[in-house]
């Protein structure tokens, strides 16, 4: 369902451009997305790269969904080096994707749809079977609590393939961390593992009701089958970040 809240409504984002990059910002204080201008397609945020590590419980996803547009990192990155994957986007926020030109997000098409949807609407009631899900839904207040209640996290379970993962960006230092971690847990029945981007800034959650976090074995850890050389060596820092989560989650 179409978000209909009037775009007055909405909060428009401004872009910052330097020499070298061009940001999405609501405030100062706050990157909501930032791409290289001499490379529009590399993940220059750590927690970016970081999300990406579900190809490593899921290589060749066929549908992936994203709740959270943002400058379109993940969704360019995807496009470019997932080509298993039809992409679905909900931003709720039509200022945002009206940017989606000077982030270079490609226009919609048969592999890509970008819909004005309320993330949570959108999750309860798309078609189940999703293979990977991506949540990463900031507005000008941080993230809504729609998109981190027990509801939001039971549908995202529901709305998965049997094995499919769920990949989900916290900020570390929310007061509530630990009891959205909890949701999710619950969610998932225990099946969730918590990985620290290595600056201190974001914390990244993959989950799934399935055997995806428990079958990814030391071989698929290291390289997942038919990605890119130039992919993998922006990824492969946080695929280990990720292989040695993985082996502590298994071991506790």
């Not at 706050?30 to 419980?57: C, K």
């Not at 609407?121 to 027990?150: K, N, T, W, Y």
């Not at 990985?195 to 009701?209: K, M, Q, Y």
Request: proline share 7%; aromatic share 6%; glycine share 8%.
């Amino acid at each position: 369902m179409p978000d209909t809240t009037p775009p007055q409504d909405h909060v428009k984002p401004y872009v910052h451009q330097s020499l070298t990059t061009k940001a999405l910002h609501f405030s100062i204080s706050e990157i909501q997305s930032r791409m290289v201008l001499a490379d529009p397609f590399a993940l220059d945020l750590a927690y970016t790269r970081l999300m990406m590590g579900f190809l490593l419980l899921q290589p060749a996803p066929r549908r992936l969904a994203m709740v959270g547009l943002g400058g379109g990192s993940l969704v360019k990155f995807c496009h470019r080096y997932v080509p298993t994957a039809r992409i679905e986007v909900a931003e709720i926020n039509p200022h945002v994707i009206a940017l989606r030109d000077e982030f270079h997000i490609p226009p919609d098409s048969a592999r890509l749809q970008v819909l004005q949807a309320d993330g949570a609407h959108f999750v309860r009631h798309a078609a189940p079977g999703v293979d990977v899900l991506v949540v990463d839904g900031f507005g000008s207040e941080g993230q809504p609590a729609r998109l981190c209640s027990q509801r939001f996290y039971d549908d995202c379970a529901d709305l998965l393939h049997p094995d499919g993962v769920l990949v989900v960006n916290l900020h570390a230092g929310h007061r509530q961390h630990d009891t959205l971690v909890g949701r999710i847990q619950r969610a998932f029945a225990g099946a969730a593992l918590v990985v620290e981007d290595g600056e201190l800034a974001n914390n990244i959650v993959f989950a799934s009701t399935g055997r995806a976090l428990a079958k990814a074995g030391p071989g698929v850890v290291r390289r997942p089958k038919g990605l890119a050389p130039e992919a993998l060596a922006q990824l492969q820092p946080a695929f280990a970040r990720v292989s040695r989560a993985l082996l502590q989650w298994r071991r506790s």
